[in-house]
């Protein structure tokens, strides 16, 4: 019977140095799989439609840059395997949405945005912080942070172009996925937060995503 491979504390953090590598680097990310966009005919939009769209993937695609890195800082600190399994499994999925809104972004002739690696670095102190306090703190913050990834998916979908289906294509598929995220966590055993964090939460949220929409 195979044993599951046993990593020490260096071989961690080369992990994390590559996936953050992955997640920062443009295009080196690889999805599972294929973009919702792809079955979606594309419409000519107005530059203004154009420009708005790509700010709001920008956001979209900052967002799944925290996730990647506080699921990757939960994983290192993580106590039992099992959670530390379940955030790296969970990682492995949000790869995808990271991908997909890159290229939409790229198809609309914009750029991610070079906040990122700020971005990124917060998430990761928070994610593994949360995993030192306990797994069920870290699981909670997961639901709470896929509730305020819903919030934005669902804002943003009101927001598009009726013509622009691959961005909503995209946006859906992404909404489906991070409610099942929050449904797990907590199903783990994962703590819900009171408002006053959550509200926290999503000032701090909002910060993220104002500056991201156009740089």
């Known amino acids: 019977m195979a044993t599951e491979r046993q990593y020490s504390p260096i071989d961690r953090l ?3 140095a590559d996936s953050a590598m992955r997640t920062l680097l443009p295009s080196s990310a690889h999805s599972r799989r294929p973009s919702p ?3 979606q005919p594309d419409h000519k939009m107005s530059d203004v439609d154009t420009r708005h769209v790509a700010g709001l993937m920008r ?3 900052a967002g799944e840059v925290c996730a990647q890195a506080l699921y990757q800082g939960q994983a290192l600190t993580a106590k039992l395997p099992k959670v530390r399994k379940a955030m790296e499994h969970a ?3 949000e790869i995808d949405h990271l991908v997909w809104c890159e290229q939409r972004i790229h198809q609309l002739g914009s750029h991610t945005s070079v906040l990122n690696p700020l971005f990124y670095g917060l998430s990761f102190g928070i994610g593994a912080v ?3 306090i306990s797994d069920r703190v870290s699981l909670g913050f997961v639901a709470a942070t896929e509730d305020q ?9 009101e927001q598009l172009p009726i013509e622009d289906g691959k961005s909503r294509a995209i946006l859906e598929q992404m909404l489906s996925d991070e409610e099942h995220h929050a449904e797990s966590a907590l199903e783990a055993g994962g703590f819900r937060f009171p408002a006053p964090v959550k509200f926290g939460m999503g000032v701090l949220a909002k910060v993220m995503t104002k500056s991201t929409y156009r740089i």
């Open 14 to 16: 080369l992990l994390q």
């Open 37 to 39: 966009a792809i079955v």
């Open 59 to 61: 956001i979209n695609h």
């Open 91 to 93: 990682a492995e999925e």
């Open 130 to 132: 949360a995993g030192v």
């Open 149 to 157: 990834v819903c919030k934005h998916l669902g804002e943003h979908l």
